[in-house]
């Protein structure tokens, strides 16, 4: 299964994405981290997400850039956090942004589950510098490919998923996904 | 008149097209309110009434723009503020509004 979260910052995404996990197969779990480490904020941050891996039986891979050289193995339930830091790096440290979307799709038909955590950056109106806008444009344009990827795509609000849309419940049209069914618990369910 | 909402490139204008193939489009609507209010000095309100009796099968396309920081610039604030005022009015008479996220529509009304 292919699953992409997305929401605003600090709503719950990576505690729910590891839940998600946790009703996974315990072999081979895999968290591909991808924030550069360049100061206390950073460190803080990384020390907290190491905090809510410990005993889940994460293998963390470091990989700020160039995902498909990341020494995955085959099989692997992977949890890829996140979308946001990896187009940063790649367009604003040397790396080539093009790369992301080739190195999602191989990496989606090697693994056994892929669990990518996006962000939500789109929707303040302000037109920032024109390297800020290219990224943002570049980071939506990876997001769409990537929720066109996604057997699952789920908007985490403050803590509560809302399944934007499951192509596993025969319909992948808009019309299930009506905002009335927000909410709805997918814990259950999952995988 | 149909509303698509989303934030900056979420997919918005692609999905209107798909589902309304034939149009008429007014598309980046955040920034026709923007030039009513801010050059023209319109209310707008007033502006976006005008707009939906003048298009009634107006196919409106438009970003989200209220979900951040108050603008340190007055102008920010000021347009900001219009478009919502200006969309809760298209919204109001629209008979479907679509939120798109990440190319996905859901519809809200």
Redesign the interface.
């Known amino acids: 299964m292919i699953l992409?979260v997305?929401g605003g910052s600090g709503c719950g995404k990576s505690t729910w994405a590891e839940k998600v996990v946790e009703t996974m197969p315990k072999e081979k779990r895999i968290y591909v981290a991808t924030m550069q480490v360049y100061d206390r904020e950073s460190e803080l941050r990384v020390a907290r997400h190491r905090a809510q891996r410990a005993d889940k039986g994460f293998e963390t891979l470091e990989c700020p850039k160039d995902l498909e050289s990341a020494p995955i193995p085959e099989g692997s339930t992977v949890l890829l956090e996140d979308l946001v830091n990896l187009t940063a790096n790649e367009m604003f440290d040397g790396g080539d942004p093009e790369r992301i979307v080739p190195a999602l799709k191989n990496l989606a038909v090697r693994s056994r589950h892929l669990i990518l955590v996006?962000n939500?950056?789109?929707?303040?109106?302000?037109t920032y510098s024109p390297s800020v806008q290219a990224y943002?444009?570049k980071l939506?344009?990876i997001?769409?490919q990537?929720?066109?990827m996604a057997d699952r795509?789920v908007?985490v609000v403050y803590s509560i998923p809302v399944i934007?849309?499951d192509c596993r419940s025969q319909s992948c049209s808009?019309?299930h996904?009506?905002?009335k069914d927000s909410g709805i618990s997918v814990k259950g369910e999952m995988p | 008149m149909k509303l698509y909402i989303g934030g900056a490139w979420q997919g918005q204008d692609v999905l209107a097209r798909q589902e309304n193939p034939e149009g008429p489009f007014f598309e980046d609507f955040h920034e026709t309110v923007r030039r009513a209010v801010l050059s023209e000095g319109q209310d707008p309100r007033v502006f976006a009434e005008d707009f939906c009796a003048a298009h009634p099968d107006a196919i409106v396309i438009a970003n989200e723009v209220g979900a951040g920081v108050v603008p340190m610039a007055a102008e920010d604030r000021t347009f900001r503020e219009a478009v919502g005022r200006a969309l809760c009015v298209i919204a109001g008479k629209a008979e479907t509004v679509t939120r798109c996220i990440c190319g996905i529509g859901v519809r809200i009304k």
Do not use: H, P, W
């Open positions: 992409l997305t996006t939500d950056l789109f929707s303040d109106g302000i943002l444009r939506a344009e997001n769409r990537a929720a066109e795509v908007e934007l849309r808009m019309e996904s009506m905002i």
